[in-house]
């Protein structure tokens, strides 16, 4: 069975920094692009990042450009985001997502979410 | 940056009849469009990819069509647990989601 779960959300002020981490299993991760995704409270969805199979190419909304890092580690099975110089703006649940292999921007399995709030 | 929009806002149907939710697109998207089901407090979940492909496991009274920049969802026979936001999403330039459409069981 597929399985994301994230973790590292939390509280934090303005100006600091969130790793969040996302551990894969039931499937062999390597294989597959990656993406984050964040969703504002009572907001919609937002495409935050993504990253390549092997972690040699990612992309990045232009929100986030120059303040999150997107990085894997296949021999760990693990999807990062790195957030710094936060913002209340950013304030939201990240979600991991598995790519569809034929339609990588599609993502087909998402974590529960890590919750994150930019606060003073 | 493409632009999807929905429509409805919301919509309230009783089980069993048809719904039909929409997606407009600012410029084509050619049939790089994805459906996605958000029910309460849970994550998104996967119903349709290249505008018509239902995902595995997502029951066939989920179908898509269109292509370019028009695109719809129908739920053929609405049940209780179809209640959700239903978000349309492009993946030709970029990734972007519409606003989405909350779907009310009467």
């Known amino acids: 069975e597929v399985q994301l779960v994230e973790s590292g959300g939390g509280l934090v002020q303005p100006g600091g920094s969130l790793r969040l981490s996302c551990a894969a299993s039931?499937?062999?991760?390597?294989?597959?692009?990656m993406h984050w995704v964040r969703q504002a409270p009572g907001k919609g969805l937002v495409w935050i990042s993504r990253?390549?199979?092997?972690?040699?190419?990612?992309a990045y909304v232009d929100s986030v450009k120059g303040r999150f890092t997107i990085s894997r580690d296949n021999a760990r099975n693990s999807l990062y985001l790195q957030m710094n110089s936060l913002r209340a703006e950013d304030t939201a649940m990240y979600y991991c997502?598995?790519?569809?292999?034929?339609?990588?921007?599609?993502?087909?399995?998402w974590g529960q979410g890590a919750l994150v709030t930019v606060s003073s | 940056e493409i632009v999807m929009t929905q429509s409805p806002a919301a919509l309230s149907l009783s089980p069993g009849e048809r719904a039909t939710l929409s997606c407009r697109a600012s410029?084509?998207?050619?049939?790089?469009l994805a459906w996605y089901q958000q029910k309460p407090g849970q994550a998104p979940r996967l119903l349709i990819y290249?505008?018509?492909t239902r995902a595995t496991g997502i029951p066939a009274r989920f179908s898509g069509g269109g292509s370019g920049t028009e695109f719809t969802l129908t739920i053929s026979s609405l049940q209780s647990e179809d209640l959700a936001v239903y978000y349309c999403?492009?993946?030709?330039?970029?990734?972007?989601f519409g606003q989405g459409t909350r779907l009310e069981i009467k």
């Open positions: 999403q492009q993946y030709n330039h970029w990734i972007t």
């Open positions: 990253i390549d199979s092997d972690g040699r190419t990612t």
């Open positions: 039931g499937f062999t991760f390597s294989n597959y692009w």
């Open positions: 290249d505008a018509s």
């Open positions: 997502g598995r790519a569809i292999p034929t339609a990588r921007g599609v993502s087909d399995h």
């Open positions: 410029q084509s998207v050619n049939s790089y």
